[in-house]
């Protein structure tokens, strides 16, 4: 079984559409949840982290279960540059480096 | 602004030759930098962790003889890709930790796509 899993998609969605990106990590002493997002060809970027009590950026909102280990992601509103790879990350264990699991992403493309 | 500089960005070269691939942390010192792969349509593979001054931590599957990492200061970590074949084709992405920002857990480079013919 994967560390991180998360929905294979690929979606693709309207502009203005939601839409909802599930993951789920193994280990249930993780620390630390982040979404990431990745554009074609570049570095990962820091889109949100993820707090047990969820939390919302703008048109972004990530809530975790650590229950049920399960993250998500909602994007309200979509827009055409929210077309991107969005990874799901984990902090497995606490310390000072702080080493983070990548799952192996979501692709979205946001049609016009 | 970039806090992590990778260079180069992109490389292609011959079968055998060896590259390298350097990441420095611009404003910040980091102890602790790490390498990654990503082969298209996959997740970001943890290759190594790379640490000032001590000699860098593999993951498994990983050839360290393969894969040479110097940290020699605070704020450079270089990989070396030795004798380079197609099979190590890949954007290798390196990244660092900032203790004083608690809110980035790494800061990533901007990658180096490695094309070997």
């Known amino acids: 079984r994967k560390e991180v899993e998360q929905d294979p998609g690929p979606f693709n969605v309207p502009e203005g559409a939601t839409v909802a990106f599930n993951c789920t990590y193994s280990?249930?002493?993780?620390?630390?949840f982040f979404w990431y997002r990745q554009d074609c060809r570049k570095e990962p970027k820091l889109l949100m982290s993820?707090?047990?009590s969820g939390n919302e950026d703008g048109r972004f909102t990530a809530q975790l279960n650590r229950a049920s280990q399960y993250i998500s992601l909602l994007i309200r509103d979509s827009k055409l540059s929210d077309s991107a790879t969005y990874l799901c990350?984990?902090?497995?264990?606490?310390?000072?480096?702080?080493?983070?699991?990548f799952g192996s992403g979501t692709q979205l493309t946001v049609l016009p | 602004g970039a806090v992590v500089s990778q260079h180069p960005s992109r490389v292609i070269c011959k079968s055998g030759t060896s590259v390298k691939i350097e990441c420095r942390s611009l404003?910040?010192?980091?102890?602790?930098m790490f390498w990654y792969r990503q082969f298209p349509k996959q997740s970001l593979m943890l290759m190594a962790t790379?640490?000032?001054?001590?000699?860098?931590?593999?993951e498994q599957g990983v050839e360290k003889d393969k894969f040479l990492i110097n940290h020699a200061s605070l704020t450079l970590s270089t990989l070396t890709v030795t004798s380079a074949h197609p099979e190590d084709s890949s954007f290798y992405i390196c990244?660092?930790?900032?203790?004083?920002?608690?809110?980035?857990?790494?800061?990533f480079g901007d990658g180096t796509r490695l094309s070997i013919l």
């Open positions: 990244s660092a930790s900032n203790r004083s920002d608690s809110n980035q857990p790494q800061h």
């Open positions: 280990n249930s002493a993780s620390q630390s």
């Open positions: 790379s640490n000032e001054g001590s000699k860098a931590t593999y």
């Open positions: 990350v984990v902090n497995p264990t606490a310390g000072s480096a702080r080493q983070l699991t």
């Open positions: 993820v707090y047990s």
């Open positions: 404003d910040f010192q980091a102890t602790t």
